[in-house]
């Protein structure tokens, strides 16, 4: 018997529902994303408390990730995680690496984008509702009160918008790549599903004629 590979876990293993093999396709590419994020606030010159806290984001995301994957609350878990991004790890990314000048308004694209694909039913319009709330208030932060938020050279900003803007369309088009691959999957065994039974009631009716 061939062993199954993770990727064909991921897009085809019926024990798993539509939601988990989304759940972990999209998570693991998310987190991919955060580490890749840190890289470029390496590279950028970015703050310690920065780099600290989007180090702790992601350690923390990826334990309630593994943790979700174990109990198999799926979505409790992506409810947790969308959250965690959109209510904590961004905004305080927002307000310690430049504001609109960097690349935190960015970062949110992706939180947006996670919750879409990963959470279910109404807690995903509470979460998104909620995500573009904080989105202002970082706006108004940014405006009224720009002492609070951690300064930018123009270079800094000009590399770190940049770099940020590369890593989140990559990470995006990932996500919506594999979730299109996940619903073509699902889409082809529904249809060999419903061949299977077409075929099955042919052999019934000519085995037992009315």
Known sequence: MRKKTFFHTLLKDPEYSLQERLFRLITVIGLIGLVLGIAVGIVSGESLINLAAMTVGFLLLGAIVVFTLRTGKIQAGAVTVSAIALYVVLPFNFITAGGIYGGGPIWFILGFVLATIVVEGKAKYILLAGGYVVFLVC??????????????????????????????????????????????????????QKKEIEELNKAQNRFFPA
Do not use: K, W
């Not at 590369?166 to 299109?180: A, E, H, I, K, P």
């Open 139 to 192: 706006y108004y932060l940014a405006y009224f009160h720009p002492e609070v938020i951690g300064q930018h050279t123009l270079e800094m900003a000009y590399i770190d918008s940049l770099a940020t803007m590369t890593v989140v369309t990559v990470v995006t088009c990932g996500m919506l790549l594999f979730q299109n691959a996940v619903y073509r999957n699902e889409n082809e065994m529904t249809r060999r």
